[in-house]
Each structure stands twice: as C-alpha cells, then as structure tokens.
C-alpha cells in the first residue's frame, strides 16, 4: 500500500491513464460504494482496469424544457425605485420593453446602479425543471459580463488581498 | 428527408468558450443536453506498449482547447475551429434545435465578426431506376470522346453552382459511397453577410432555414423524382 492507502498495481493504474476524468474503478470504490458511475460495458477489460467515465454528479440529475429564451439589453435604471427597463429581443426578432425589480438579479439590498449599467447584455430564460417531485417552472436573468459584484465578491476580494498584499498600504489611504 | 443538415458559419471565433458549462449557464441547451456531453464516456481503445497501455480516444463526446471545439450532444453536434462554427443533426427532430442553438449562440456573443452563412442538407437515395441511369439522364448527351475513354460503363456526376445576388447555391450530385446503386444528393445554399453582423445572421436563420430546406427537397424530387428508399435516415450516421 503506498500513502493514499491503494496497492501499488491500482496507483500504478490511475498514474497510467494519467487524467483527471479517467477514474479508476478500484480508486472510488473503497471510498464511497454509492457514487453513481456510469456502468462499463467493457466486458474485455478487467475489473482492475475498468474505466468509469467520469462520475455524475447528482444534482445535475435533472431534465428540463426551455420554455422561452430572450436576449435583453438594460435601457434605463430607475435608482429610486430599484428596478431597470430593458429590450428583450426573442428567437424570432420580436421585441418587447420590460421593466425589472431588482430582486431578479440580486438579493443584495444595495442600489441597483451598483450592480448593472445601462447597455449590459443578459439572457432572460423561463425553464420547467422536471423533478422527481411535480415540475417547478423558474425563470431566470444571466447576465453576460461584466460580471454583477455581489456583497459576497466584496468579501473575496478582502480575502485575496489579506493573502497577496498583506503588509500593503491601503488603497484609500 | 435529409440524414445530414448542419447550418455552418464563416468568422472569427474563439473556441476556448464553447464548454458545456457556458451553454448551460446562458440555458442555451436544457440541462440534460450538458449532463449528456459531461458524463458519457467516449469511445476509447487500448494498446499494449511494453508494461503498460496507451488509450486512444475516438469520437470525442467533448473535447474544448483553444483551437477547436467538439461538443458531441445527444442528436446533433457542435464544432468550432477559429474560423468557423457548425452545429449539425442527422436526425429530422433536432433541426429547430440546431436553428435555435446557433441564434442564441450569437445573440450572446453579439460582437462576433460573421462573414457568411450556409446551410448543408446531404442525403443518400434509391431511386427505380440505379444511379448509372439516372446520372447519365440528367448530365446527358456526353461528347463521343467519353466512350472511346471509358467505354461504356461509366457514370457521370456533376455539381451545379448558381448565384442569386448575395446567395450562391451549390449542388453536388454523385453516386453514393454508402449505398449500392444510390445517389448522393448535397445542397449547400451560402450567404455572404456585408455588415458581418450577428443580427443579419441570426435573421437569416430564421428566414432562410426552412425555406433552403424544403428548396432543397423540391429540387431532388424535381430533379429523380420521389426516393424509393431514404438511406441512412435517422440513423445517426455523421461523415
């Protein structure tokens, strides 16, 4: 046994497909017998060497139907109100003005300027995600970059200069 | 009608995007589409070299680098070199899919520089009569210079180009490689856009697609007549 805990033939086996996306069978199973890999249907090679390509992560486990899809351009934002016009263009060309609250793009209470500027880009889509459970229909706005600074990036960006600048004076100083 | 259709496009692209993850996250394809490309192992052969084996991948599911991109989705694909994009089904379900899929693509990335625009629709056919028949009908009344070539056994194949202002059609007719006797039918219908605009694009697609289509159907049957068999249809078979 070598210092992750597999024989020497099984560690010489994940060496050798030397991939982060081939996984040896033998490497996952002692760990966690209930992860759903996709079944080998090659019978040929031994159990020892069998593929597993690569593990599915559950929670992608899920269909859906795209109902509607727009593409959307931010006209104008209505600081006061916390809410934004923008065009929404369909697959057909169709266009449509709608207004927007804020709360479709953040939970952040702060002004919505601080988040989105006029001319940003986004696909607005509705899907029915089929679950075990009943359908649930969703929609959603994605915005394309740049990307919308949230309060939770605010605390990123502290941590990564605490680690990269420490010691630095600051930048508002 | 057609087991080959794919909308191809001409410009500059960056490949390196096109992971299933960026199509996921502007819901450009349903999830399952995503987990399909994700999770499905490709085909893979071994060779024994020495102690150990070396695997080779063919028919990569996906495969994303900064030069090209291979996305291998249930039913149709996606490629796309730097400078060009092709999505392409062989079965009938997934044409509006792959209309669809190409207009989003290129509405996100609204500042994509587009040269031109084309559509493919292939198939293999069988007709009454055999292809030699049928060949040598249509492109008749070959010089005498043929026979004293050839002899008399021999086939002719041809592929008409014509241009309609800003459109230039091509059709590519010969016999079949895959089935005996069969011909091989290709439209290529090609618009070469002059604002090199996304939105010029995307509003030929939709009004053009369908239209090159069906165009592309009357002029096999205008041309042999109504197939006796429809070879490699719906048979997943992508050349």
Redesign the interface.
């Known amino acids: 046994m070598n210092s992750t805990g597999h024989s020497k033939d099984e560690a010489r086996t994940f060496d ?2 030397d991939s982060s996306n ?1 996984i040896d069978h033998a490497f996952f199973s002692d760990e966690n017998t209930n992860t759903p890999f ?1 079944k ?1 249907t090659y019978s040929s ?1 031994s159990q020892k ?1 069998q ?4 593990f ?1 992560n559950p929670a ?7 109902r509607e ?1 727009w ?1 959307g351009i931010v006209l104008s934002i209505n600081a006061q109100e916390n809410s934004f016009v923008s065009e929404l ?1 369909d ?3 169709n266009r449509s003005i709608v207004e927007f609250d804020s709360a479709f793009i953040t939970e952040d209470k702060g002004p919505i300027d601080n988040f989105i500027d006029i001319g940003d ?1 986004f ?1 607005y ?1 509705v ?1 029915t ?1 089929h679950t075990k459970m009943a359908p649930e229909t969703v929609s ?1 706005i ?1 915005f ?1 970059s740049p990307h919308i600074w949230q309060a939770s990036d605010d605390k990123k960006a502290e941590k990564f200069i605490d680690t990269y600048f420490k010691g630095d004076p600051d930048f508002n100083d | 009608m057609f087991f080959y259709t794919s909308i191809a496009i001409v410009g500059n692209f960056n490949p390196a995007i096109f992971q299933p993850q960026w199509f996921d996250r502007f819901k450009i394809l349903p999830a399952q589409d995503i987990q399909y490309v994700e999770s499905r192992k490709p085909e893979t052969h071994e060779f024994k070299l020495g102690g150990g084996s070396v695997f080779f991948t063919k028919n990569p599911i996906l495969s994303v680098s900064p030069s090209n991109a291979i996305l291998n989705f249930e039913g149709f694909k996606i490629e796309s070199s730097r400078d060009r994009f092709i999505c392409s089904t062989t079965t009938s379900d997934n044409i509006s899919k792959i209309e669809d899929v190409i207009c989003k693509t290129f509405m996100m990335l609204s500042h994509t520089p587009i040269i031109s625009v084309g559509f493919n629709f292939e198939g293999h056919y069988l007709f009454d009569k055999k292809s030699e028949i049928l060949l040598n009908d249509l492109f008749g009344n070959q010089p005498k210079k043929f026979d004293s070539c050839f002899g008399s056994d021999y086939l002719v194949s041809g592929t008409i180009i014509y241009r309609d202002g800003e459109t230039v059609t091509t059709v590519e007719i010969k016999p079949s490689n895959h089935t005996e006797g069969g011909i091989f039918f290709h439209t290529n219908i090609n618009f070469n856009l002059s604002d090199k605009s996304t939105d010029s694009c995307c509003s030929i697609i939709k009004d053009k697609f369908r239209g090159s289509r069906e165009m592309s159907i009357k002029y096999l049957l205008d041309l042999f007549g109504k197939p006796a068999k429809i070879s490699y249809e719906n048979e997943g078979i992508n050349e």
Do not use: C, D
């Open positions: 050798m497909l081939v996709v080998s090679i060497e593929i597993k390509w690569p599915m992608l486990n899920l269909r859906e139907t795209i899809w593409k263009i697959l057909r060309g880009e696909a889509y899907v995600r959603k994605e394309s």
